[in-house]
């Protein structure tokens, strides 16, 4: 069973909610592309840096960055904050991010629940943490640290997994909304990271959006895997390397469905394709996210004449 400790969002935090691309596909800005959004010539509406590539006071990669932010929104999505550190998340690298958000002012901050720092020590992986009590703690008290720093809510990712800890006594998505409930965070939600971690793992994906706050999902992530071995040895890899499956297309689709509209991200990490091809998944995004629109507007109830003035 869940304690659960009455511990409420802070109000100061801004919210992920109030973000106004919540509708809208943007992708990832790697450096193949960066003279594409620095000239404003891309079409995306809007695009997310990996935020450590930019801890720096200046410099040519933060002056293109500036010219980007003038054409583009900009979320900023971490990948070595390590909310999962039990001796918690480090300060230099905490008052780094938090520089970059105050110069870039992000549409959206993300991190991924995973942990990757251990006694100073940073490792090439982000990795699982067991679904327990005592993590959960751990990872609250980090969340909260964070947006107490930085003065705005966090969105937590869910992780692609290819293990289950024999400790776990929480389902991921219990142990993501009870964390969403005690740090007032919210959800980016990796569908691709369902879909590889519900074959991994052996799960239901239906039940696993069942399960996970709607409210709190503040941002989308999509991307291709690499499936590796046949039968009973198939594993699905998590690779941002391809194109999104049509099964992960499928999924985002439900998800929509079940949530309404989100802001959406094509993630492409290795690999690096041409701008045409990274757009062209972005514009299949958006797609769905329009067609998702109508549903939601077709759902309301009519305007009464009678109570226009």
């Known amino acids: 069973m869940i304690s659960p400790p009455p511990q409420q969002p802070k109000p100061s935090i801004r919210s992920a909610r109030q973000s106004p691309i919540s509708a809208q596909a943007g992708v990832g800005l790697r450096h193949l592309h960066m003279a594409n ?3 404003g010539t891309a079409d ?6 990996h ?3 930019f801890f720096a006071d200046g410099g040519p990669r933060m002056a293109q960055l500036d010219q980007v932010r003038a054409h583009y929104p900009v979320s ?7 909310l999962g550190t039990a001796e918690g998340i480090d300060n230099r690298h905490l008052e780094s991010l938090s520089a970059l958000v105050q110069r870039v002012d992000p549409i959206l901050v993300s991190e991924h629940l995973s942990f990757s720092v251990v006694e100073g020590l940073y490792l090439n992986d982000l990795l699982p943490l067991p679904y327990t009590e005592e993590a959960l703690a751990v990872v609250v008290n980090n969340v909260d640290k964070a947006q107490t720093a930085l003065g705005r809510q966090v969105l937590v990712e869910n992780p692609s997994s290819y293990l ?4 776990s006594h929480l389902t991921e998505w219990d142990f993501l909304s009870e964390l969403c409930r005690r740090a007032g965070c919210g ?4 569908v691709n990271n369902i879909y590889v971690s519900a074959h991994n793992n052996d799960f239901d994906t239906a039940t696993y959006l069942e399960g996970i706050p709607g409210a709190a999902i503040g941002e989308i992530h999509l991307a291709g895997h690499l499936i590796d071995g046949d039968g009973d040895e198939r594993l699905l890899i998590d690779t941002h390397g391809d194109i999104v499956a049509d ?3 499928s999924l985002y689709q439900q998800a929509l469905e079940k949530f309404g509209p989100r802001a959406t991200l094509i993630e492409w990490d290795t690999d690096i394709p041409s701008l045409e ?8 995004a958006q797609k769905h996210l329009d067609a998702a629109l109508l549903n939601v507007d077709a759902a309301r109830p009519p305007i009464n004449a009678s109570h226009v003035a």
């Open 187 to 190: 959800l980016l939600l990796d």
């Open 164 to 167: 289950k800890f024999a400790d």
């Open 247 to 249: 099964a992960v297309w």
């Open 277 to 284: 091809v990274l757009l062209n998944e972005a514009h299949t």
């Open 44 to 49: 995306a509406a809007w695009v997310e840096i």
């Open 37 to 39: 959004f620095a000239s």
């Open 51 to 53: 935020s450590e590539n």
């Open 76 to 82: 900023c999505h971490g990948v070595g904050l390590s």
